[in-house]
């Protein structure tokens, strides 16, 4: 535990240094990112999302009970070979309405916008309203917009199509439209199956959410706010009737979301983002692609059923193939304008994503985000995983191997738990966060290594008391310095010091005195000699100065200089007692008295007996 605590004091700054940066990272992430840096993030996180749902989506199967009756591409030209032009008068879709409607089938949704028109025929209107009229079990659609008031003034909506909306969540914020493309008011006259179908693209251009309500206002005859309603999805209208009349799921009116964002569908709870979306779960790519996917049925091989049905010849479509089904009908023309981009489909038919919707809510497996908490928890988790990982392993390479295993790892958890338990969890700002957390911990990791290596090299190669060099470094310079100026034919010198009647200062006082005198004496020498010199504890109370470039006169004059200092000005052992400190110094000079470290050493060591027998608090002179 000692060393424990002794390795945290010593790298205290290095473990407050990745805490501060841990924190900044999850700010800069996850707390204060501006909205460029949002909108990166959200666009890698979207991809992510992308490539699950693609990868997960070869797992999943559409409900057989839900069919696409689709205007393609040959209905398109068949349509206007036979009727002119686009669009085909309204009672054709009365017609294959009626023959639809013959094989009884639980729903019918028109994922068309029936509007007002310049070459409108009014016979051929009313027959598409009578059929709406007839038919209880079917829906249509109308659009939200922001047009300008100038461009259109905004209808005033039927309240029979809004719905009561407790919203129990602070947090949600949903879609605000200010201005609406309705449909015929005699279509809206007889009945309220009537929804919007608004799919909002994300900055990328896919569409990955759909509004499950939106906000509209209340206008005054002068266009003033004078309240607002809640508009639900055309899907989702029809998804409460379904579950009420056939799962028995008691949907009462108000609807409520509750605080955690839950659309509250009898025992059901279908969540919801903070704009109050669906996120869809993808089943692939289009049906027209996806054998796996919905069932389509071309649009003209029910209009050449009911020609030939009229003749008395066998049908291409029979009507009970439509028993007990849910029917959308769309379009999936280019030129028609809706065919999306989706995360499992560049093409994909407006239709299908109804179809796709409510399958989702049948199945009760729509996506949804974890919490913002969550995502942090994951990515401070990630993170440490990161360092440890850099920490514990004692090679390169297998770290980075390691932590890429790590992250493949968390790939394949986060695409399990989306696909068996329908949640989004981040996988951008998790892994981000750990690559930075990795190449952090590297470089903390290095520094350490290298403060440590700092520190066992002082350890090794200085006194503790004085904190001069040792005798073993002493020895080891000596050895070089020879070795450099013999190859480079220069000098330098070295000076023995010996501290004067230490002994009778350590009786007299105490060995801490001593030790005082000592650390005295070697920050004095220390602080009187050049940057480039070296001042070692040879032993005792006997130090040395290794001079670089000097000759002998250069070296006398340095050590006559060092015993001044040394003796001018008194020591304060105590407040009470100073005491007169001197040294006695000897001077040899390479390679003039000597070309060894031992003969060096010898001829200083002399000098210095000799300044000791003359009196000492001098520099000794073999050469007088």
């Not at 909108?39 to 990868?55: A, G, S, V, Y």
């Not at 839900?66 to 036979?82: A, H, K, N």
């Not at 913002?372 to 390479?397: E, G």
């Not at 200085?462 to 070795?483: A, V």
Request: hydrophobic share 40%.
């Amino acid at each position: 535990m000692d060393k424990i605590f002794s390795l945290l004091h010593r790298h205290r700054y290095d473990i407050f240094c990745c805490c501060v940066i841990t924190v900044i990272l999850v700010l800069f992430i996850f707390v204060l990112p501006n909205n460029e840096t949002k909108n990166i993030l959200n666009i890698i996180e979207n991809k992510t999302f992308d490539i699950r749902q693609n990868i997960i989506s070869k797992d999943k199967h559409v409900s057989k009970d839900i069919v696409i009756v689709t205007v393609d591409d040959p209905s398109y030209e068949y349509l206007i070979e036979t009727y002119g032009d686009w669009p085909i008068p309204r009672h054709i879709y009365a017609k294959v309405l009626d023959y639809i409607q013959q094989g009884n089938p639980k729903f019918v949704a028109f994922d068309l916008l029936f509007v007002k028109s310049l070459n409108r025929i009014p016979q051929s209107d009313n027959q598409l309203v009578d059929a709406f009229s007839k038919y209880k079990n079917t829906y249509t659609a109308f659009n939200f917009d922001d047009y300008s008031f100038d461009l259109r003034e905004p209808p005033s909506i039927d309240e029979k199509l809004s719905t009561d909306i407790i919203i129990k969540s602070e947090n949600f914020r949903p879609y605000k439209f200010t201005n609406c493309r309705m449909i015929l008011q005699e279509i809206i006259d007889v009945t309220d199956k009537i929804g919007h179908i608004n799919t909002p693209k994300s900055d990328d251009g896919f569409i990955r959410y759909i509004p499950a309500l939106v906000n509209y206002p209340v206008y005054d005859e002068n266009f003033e706010e004078i309240g607002s309603r809640y508009y639900l999805y055309m899907t989702l209208k029809l998804a409460v009737e379904y579950l009420n009349k056939y799962e028995n799921q008691n949907i009462e009116f108000p609807l409520v979301v509750d605080s955690k964002n839950n659309l509250l569908l009898g025992s059901r709870k279908i969540p919801l983002t903070d704009n109050g979306e669906f996120i869809l779960n993808w089943y692939g790519d289009s049906g027209l692609n996806n054998p796996n996917s919905f069932k389509y049925i071309s649009f003209w091989e029910i209009i050449k059923s009911l020609q030939l049905l009229e003749k008395g010849h066998k049908v291409l479509i029979e009507p009970d193939f439509f028993k007990d089904k849910i029917v959308y009908i769309g379009t999936n023309v280019f030129s028609l304008s809706d065919i999306k981009t989706v995360p499992t489909g560049k093409y994909f038919p407006g239709v299908e994503m109804h179809a796709t919707l409510l399958n989702n809510i049948l199945d009760n497996n729509l996506i949804k985000k974890a919490s913002i908490p969550v995502n942090i928890v994951i990515s401070l988790l990630l993170s440490l995983l990161a360092a440890v990982t850099v920490f514990k392993m004692r090679s390169v390479f297998f770290s980075v191997m390691i932590f890429l295993g790590l992250l493949i790892l968390y790939l394949y958890v986060s695409t399990f738990v989306m696909n068996h338990f329908n949640l989004w969890v981040w996988i951008a700002a998790p892994v981000l966060m750990s690559v930075f957390m990795f190449i952090i911990s590297f470089i903390i990791k290095y520094l350490i290594k290298s403060r440590d290596f700092e520190y066992t090299y002082k350890l090794a190669t200085t006194d503790g008391l004085t904190e001069l060099y040792n005798h073993r470094y002493f020895q080891e310079t000596m050895t070089k310095k020879i070795q450099n100026c013999s190859k480079n034919n220069t000098k330098f010198s070295l000076i023995m010091i010996d501290i004067d009647f230490f002994k009778k200062f350590n009786d007299k006082y105490g060995h801490q005195a001593g030790d005082a005198v000592l650390k005295h004496v070697a920050k004095t020498l220390k602080s009187n000699v050049r940057a480039d010199d070296y001042v070692c504890r040879y032993g005792g109370e006997e130090m040395t100065v290794i001079l670089n470039s000097s000759d002998k006169s250069e070296a006398v004059k340095i050590a006559k200089s060092l015993c001044k200092v040394i003796s001018s000005k008194e020591f304060e052992l105590s407040p009470d007692l100073s005491v007169n400190i001197t040294i006695s110094l000897g001077v040899s000079t390479y390679p003039d008295n000597g070309k060894t470290s031992a003969e060096l050493i010898e001829y200083a060591d002399k000098c210095l007996y000799m300044a000791k027998e003359n009196g000492r608090n001098q520099v000794g002179n073999l050469e007088q």
